[in-house]
């Protein structure tokens, strides 16, 4: 329906666009005037042509700057300085920051399972990999779970997850509260 409505509005820009008769030139006519318009084999002017329009008249005209004017003086100088407060607000701001240790993200669930040995190994192979990521293994009776990484946004985690997606084929990206890496 909008593919319609679309293509009938181009048609009718593009008719509306479209030459009415033929277009006017400006040819001199031997006395230094220009004349403008289009003539017909019968010597008549062509009705319904366009003509030239001077639009010089209405364009702005600024008088040019005296010769020995003086350059134009610089804006003064602001009077209220709030430089102190701004960076006393920002001190501020990055203090409470600092408090800041958690945070919403993303981590990679790597291992949910009831073997000890198989989260261990799989936990030795990630760190290979990934040393830089931390990783969080908590077990919950009976229940051994592996987490891997602190990642703000899921970007970061799929591509962390590219690195080692062929230990983990089941692999999943979790949104967790993650720690703030000081």
Do not use: W
């Not at 019968?42 to 009705?47: A, C, F, T």
């Not at 600024?62 to 804006?75: I, K, L, R, S």
């Amino acid at each position: 329906m909008t593919y319609r409505i679309f293509t009938f509005l181009c048609l009718g820009l593009m008719m509306s666009c479209a030459a009415t008769g033929s277009t006017s030139s400006s040819t001199s006519n031997g006395n230094g005037s220009a004349s403008s318009g289009s003539s017909r084999s019968d010597g008549k002017k062509g009705e319904g042509t366009a003509t030239l329009v001077d639009t010089k008249k209405y364009r702005p005209s600024f008088p040019a700057a005296p010769a020995g004017a003086a350059e134009p003086m610089a804006p003064p100088a602001p009077t209220n300085h709030v430089g102190q407060q701004v960076s006393l607000l920002m001190d501020s701001v990055a203090q409470v920051n600092r408090n800041i240790k958690y945070a919403a993200g993303y981590r990679i669930l790597a291992y949910t399972g009831i073997e000890r040995k198989a989260a261990m190994d799989l936990r030795n192979n990630i760190v290979r990999r990934l040393p830089e990521e931390k990783d969080y293994l908590t077990y919950k009776q009976p229940t051994y779970v592996l987490k891997i990484g602190d990642f703000f946004t899921r970007v970061e985690a799929q591509a962390a997850l590219n690195k080692i997606q062929d230990l983990l084929p089941n692999a999943l990206l979790v949104q967790e509260t993650i720690n703030i890496p000081k």
